[in-house]
Structure formats: C-alpha cells, structure tokens
C-alpha cells in the first residue's frame, strides 16, 4: 500500500534519522540500503549521484518495505523520473520550485534545502514540507541550527552535513525534526570493502538514539499542548 505524504512525513519523525547514500555503483547502494534495513533504519535516500541512482531506486522499492526516497534532486524532470520508480519523498540541496509544485501535485513529500534564514524561509514558503538544511556542519552545526530555529521555530528543519554519533543529540536538543546522515553512517571504506555487517552495526546505534531523541521530542511537544491548554 502507498504511504500518503502525511505518513511519510510521520515516519520520519518517528524515526528521527534519514540515511543518505552515495556509493560509487548501483549494487553497492542497494546492499547498503540493505544493512541500514538490516539495522534497524527503515528509511533510505539514495541520491543522483550514485549512477543508476533510479534503478536503484525503483529496485528497493519493489524488494523492501523500506521507505525509499531520492536525494540531490535538482529539477522537475528528474523528480518525476524518480516517482515514478517509486520514490516517496525527494530531497535537494536547494529550492527548485517547478519540483515542489510536482510533488505537491503528485502527493509526494519534499525537502527542499537552505541555508541562510532567506533560503530556509523561501524553501518553507514554496511549501517544502522539510527544510533541508545543508551544509549545516560548516556553519557551526547544532549552534547554528539552534540560532535558525530561534527566529523560525514553526519550520521543521533536518540539518544534514557534519552529523555524527557523538553530537546528534546535541542536533535534536536544538530543534531537528531529524537529521540526514550520510558518510558518517555509509562510510566509504566500508561500502569499497564489501563491509556491510559493519553499516549495519553502525545503522543501530544510529537508530538507537535517534528514537530516544525521537521519543523526548514527541514528549516535549506534548507537555507544551498541555501548557497552552491550561493556560487558556
């Protein structure tokens, strides 16, 4: 059955983490979305950069029940190519806006990316259903997404670039929907030396806190309804 854009949506923030994949051949990127599922992440973006990154796309779609997404979409064309072969939700670094109005149109959730408050707000307003926020990690990581958040608290934003284990939840603590991983999680040497025992072990520590951030954050959203409820 087809999520609808709300599940997706959804899931993602239950899951609290989004793996992005670059790998250097197509079987290299099926095996290790493979090991991510295998450790307990049930999401996957594979990006345009991996070659045959459609067929990919299209071929863990119909052998997984992973949520399959594309990543480093930067125009409308490749975005259809994409949901056609199954996507579910697209990602770009930057705002297309012919490729927000398509997956609005097709139901398909979308992140487009900024940086600067001008582009997050710009990317928030074209209806960009996530703000991907990239390279976060050079503009100070946490800190900065914690400034971003500050002045635009009602975008939900996932900083991706510069996210690892150790400060992941300082990430969440300053205000992640979620966070994109990629090299971090889907290392080069381990993709190359055919490792994917070891992507799957890293994919459940991952996993691991990000659902306890997950599950504090759900909580904290909570208790504030309450508090604007007994305060009204």
């Avoid at 579910?88 to 398509?102: A, C, G, M, N, Q």
Wanted: aromatic letters at 4%; one cysteine or more; hydrophobic letters at 45%.
């Amino acid at each position: 059955m087809i999520p609808t854009c709300e599940e997706v949506r959804q899931r993602i923030l239950e899951t609290g983490i989004l793996p992005v994949i670059r790998a250097p051949k197509p079987s290299l990127a099926i095996a290790a979305a493979r090991a991510i599922g295998a450790g307990g992440i049930p999401i996957v973006e594979i990006t345009m950069t991996v070659p045959g990154a459609i067929d990919v796309i299209a071929e863990l779609t119909a052998t997984t029940g992973m949520l399959v997404g594309a990543g480093t979409v930067l125009d409308v064309e490749t975005a259809r190519r994409c949901i056609e072969a199954g996507a579910e939700f697209l990602v770009s670094p930057i705002l297309d806006s012919e490729t927000v109005k398509l997956a609005q149109r097709e139901r398909k959730l979308v992140m487009a990316g900024g940086l600067t408050p001008v582009e997050v707000v710009d990317a928030w307003r074209n209806g960009s259903d996530f703000v991907k926020v990239f390279p976060c990690g050079n503009m100070g990581g946490p800190s900065y997404l914690r400034t971003l958040k500050t002045v635009l608290p009602q975008i939900e934003m996932i900083p991706t670039g510069g996210v690892n284990l150790a400060n992941m939840p300082s990430f969440f603590e300053a205000g992640a929907a979620a966070v994109g991983i990629g090299g971090e999680l889907v290392s080069m040497d381990a993709l190359l030396a055919g490792n994917f025992d070891a992507i799957a072990e890293d994919a459940r520590r991952y996993a691991t806190v990000a659902r306890e951030m997950s599950v504090a954050r759900q909580m904290n959203l909570a208790r504030g309804v309450k508090h604007e409820n007994a305060v009204s």
